[in-house]
Structures are given as C-alpha cells and as structure tokens.
C-alpha cells in the first residue's frame, strides 16, 4: 500500500481513495492519510464509516447506498484509487471518479477481468495500473515509515493449537484483517 502511493502521481493533499476496508485497505487508509493525502475510503455498509474515520479517513463512501465515481467527482476527482476489493465490477466503477491524469492502482488479486473502455482512459488521460508488493528494500522503507507514524496493523491473534481453526475462519472469510498465530506465553 504505501510503495504503490509513493510511485503514484498523487501529491500531497490530493485526493486518494482506497476501495476496501480488508487487511489491505486498513493499511491503506493509515498510510494515505500519514502521507499527507485527503483520504476517501469506500466500501460495502455504513457501519463501516466508523472503523474509516477511527483509522484516520476525510470521507466514506458507502458502495451500497451511493454512486462511486460520482461521489468521488463531488470531492473533486481521486488522483489515486487504491483497488483492495477482490471485486472485478466494484474495481471498474472507480474509473470515472478519477481526476484528470488520476491513477487506478489494482492491488487486489483477482482473475476476473476490469471494465474499462479507452474513452475512460484517454479523454482525460487516466491509467490503470498494477502493483506488486515490492523489493526487500521496498518493505525495509514501508516498515520504517510505518514505525515513524505509528502505523499498525490489526490483527486477530489466534492460539498455535486453534491454527486449523484459524484458517477456516479465513476460508470463511470471518478473519478481521490478519490472522496471527501465537505460542503460548
């Protein structure tokens, strides 16, 4: 999340909205907002507007109740979409929220193919982009400026010996954000 900000075009005090309130987009939101971006956050439920604005975000965006792009053209065009979501249709809905030159980072692993026509793209010269996670080097600065900012993840810490039940509680995707097996102590 932050190597993908850092090598974007967005600047400080652009607009960076991040689709999806997971274990990518927690981090996303923390980092965005302590790089100095005004910060959306969008997904799935009101209830989840709470947890955005605790992490640090300007704005949400319920996906259920409202037009994304047109939402984020109300804020004035995102420079930056973060795409977490693993949801193909939600992903392509950001396009015409961006801003002239604005950037769609997909970070999210999926097969199914985006939405997007050329038109989107070059009348206001927009781009899709994909991210990986980055060189050894890359994750060294992410842990630092993290440390720096006091940037966390949330985890949900699980026994060593309820590992299998930990693991089905990701299959079932019921795990909050990260799943963190620990020995006893």
């Not at 400026?145 to 590992?163: K, Y």
Request: a positive charge; charged letters at 20%.
């Amino acid at each position: 999340m932050f190597n993908s900000l850092r090598r974007s075009g967005a600047r400080s005090g652009d607009l960076v909205a991040v689709l999806g309130l997971g274990g990518l987009g927690h981090l996303g939101v923390q980092f965005a907002v302590k790089m100095g971006f005004r910060t959306a956050v969008i997904a799935r439920g009101q209830e989840k507007a709470t947890l955005a604005f605790e992490l640090g975000a300007h704005h949400y965006i319920d996906s259920t109740a409202t037009d994304v792009a047109g939402a984020l053209r109300q804020l004035g065009g995102a420079r930056v979409v973060q795409a977490t979501a693993a949801n193909a249709d939600a992903i392509s809905a950001t396009v015409e929220g961006l801003s002239p030159y604005g950037e769609l980072l997909t970070l999210a692993v999926l097969t199914d193919s985006l939405t997007v026509s050329p038109m989107q793209l070059i009348t206001a010269s927009k781009s899709v982009k994909g991210h990986p996670g980055g060189t050894a080097m890359d994750v060294e600065d992410t842990l630092r400026f993290a440390a720096l900012h006091g940037i966390r993840p949330m985890v949900e810490e699980v026994r060593l010996e309820d590992a299998a039940k930990a693991y089905q509680r990701m299959l079932d995707n019921m795990a909050r954000f990260r799943m963190v097996l620990t020995t006893g102590r």
